[in-house]
């Protein structure tokens, strides 16, 4: 077969547009630092790619959701501390009004003191994160506790349907967020509070002694839902670590069926110029000549 000078032009230019197209695509990947700008470059990797990125944005999703576990384990930690320490005055105050040497003025005077920690625990019962009462369980729009005389706690919280407000950690598991309301603010509570108020005033013939007593089985149950709290916070931190680790994996898996080589396509991208000039430099030499180069 004949080779023409037309065969050879267009065959140097179909190379030369060949060679632009790949250092192109080496410019691109310079440029993005990826592998592919879409998916036709490499569907395989593609496909990989976008479940890697799926897998990557659910830990993400599960890191926030653990970031909310802590908000509500923190404030409900921080509200037992408050409650508890509450109780322990209380405890003292009682004590002290026990004293046969004290007037009705000095039970009185205690009395005050009793009525302003009663107030302290309906605060601190009505606790609110980010607009919700997390000592509601899941009924988190309305106060788990109402001002009253005594303080009424809501005919919901023994409700197990509220009891749990969970959240996802990881697929198809989820932690209990809250304390459970009706161990730690019952009824049981603020009645005892009430009464040894109105027994200090004078208002009431309720035996110290025995609310004393009850006081105590108060506090031994909000100990015991305190416990818990602990028990979860430290099963939070272990959780909190695996998926720390698993973010690692999953970027990392990510980077590397995504992300380039940059030393390697540096090294292409120069190589390949060198072609290129090679072979412009080889064309012209030979497309050059002409009819009146020969009859010279």
């Known amino acids: 077969m004949r080779v023409t000078q037309s065969m050879i032009s267009a065959n140097s230019l179909r190379n030369l547009s060949e060679s632009y197209r790949k250092m192109g695509k080496s410019q691109d990947m310079l440029s993005t630092g990826k592998k592919i700008t879409k998916p036709s470059d490499d569907p395989v990797v593609a496909m990989k790619g976008m479940f890697y990125r799926s897998n990557l944005t659910e830990v993400e999703q599960y890191k926030r959701n653990l970031s909310e576990l802590y908000v509500w384990l923190d404030n409900s930690e921080a509200g037992i501390e408050q409650a508890t320490s509450a109780m322990q005055r209380l405890r003292e105050l009682t004590l002290q009004g026990k004293n046969g040497t004290n007037s009705d003025e000095d039970k009185r005077a205690i ?9 302290g625990l309906v605060e601190t019962a009505n606790t609110k994160v980010a607009g919700r009462y997390i000592f509601h369980g899941t009924d988190v729009t309305n106060p788990p506790v109402t001002d009253g005389n005594p303080p009424v706690v809501a005919g919901n919280m023994t409700d197990p349907a509220i009891d749990n407000y969970r959240v996802e950690v990881s697929r ?17 509570l603020f009645n005892v509070v009430n009464s040894i108020q109105e027994s200090l005033e004078g208002t009431s013939g ?8 009850q006081l105590d089985s108060v506090m031994e149950t909000v100990s015991g839902e305190r416990s818990d709290l602990g028990a979860r ?5 272990m959780l909190d670590s695996r998926i720390g680790q698993q973010e690692v994996l999953a970027t990392r898996v990510l980077s590397d069926n995504e992300d380039a080589d940059i030393e390697r396509v540096i090294t292409d991208l120069k190589t390949q110029e060198s072609v290129h000039r090679a072979a412009l430099g080889v064309g012209a030499r030979i497309i050059q000549p002409t009819l009146l180069d020969f009859l010279r």
């Open 111 to 119: 009395a005050r003191e009793v009525a302003q920690l009663k107030e």
């Open 172 to 188: 198809g598991v989820s932690m209990k967020a809250n304390v459970n309301p009706a161990n730690v603010f019952s009824q049981d």
């Open 206 to 213: 309720a035996d110290l002694d025995d609310l004393l007593d």
């Open 233 to 237: 916070y430290n099963r939070l931190e």
